[in-house]
């Protein structure tokens, strides 16, 4: 698999904790979306580990096509 899989076309919406350490899917294929289970293990695709700075409600890829991983940037308009 070289190309992601669309998860959804749309973006999540996720409630993140200060300093807590996240890891988005960017395969496609885990089934706790919009993060990482480990599914990708033996592709191309690795998690993209981020630490929000504050509390807040954040929009992540769905679709996995995003330029700026792992947030929502409309890139699932295009598809």
């Known amino acids: 698999m ?3 899989a669309i998860a959804r076309k749309g973006p999540y919406e996720v ?7 996240y ?3 960017s395969c496609g294929e885990s089934t706790t979306q919009p993060f990482c289970d ?3 293990s033996g592709s191309v ?5 981020f630490t929000p700075e504050t ?3 954040i929009f992540l890829c769905g679709c996995k096509h995003t330029k ?3 947030f929502c ?3 699932d308009k295009e598809l």
């Open 68 to 70: 700026i991983p792992p």
């Open 55 to 57: 509390s807040e409600i």
């Open 23 to 25: 890891y988005w899917c």
């Open 73 to 75: 940037d409309g890139s």
């Open 38 to 40: 480990g599914t990708h």
């Open 15 to 21: 409630e993140v904790e200060a300093g807590e350490t």
């Open 45 to 49: 695709f690795q998690p993209v580990l």
């Open 2 to 4: 070289t190309e992601p």
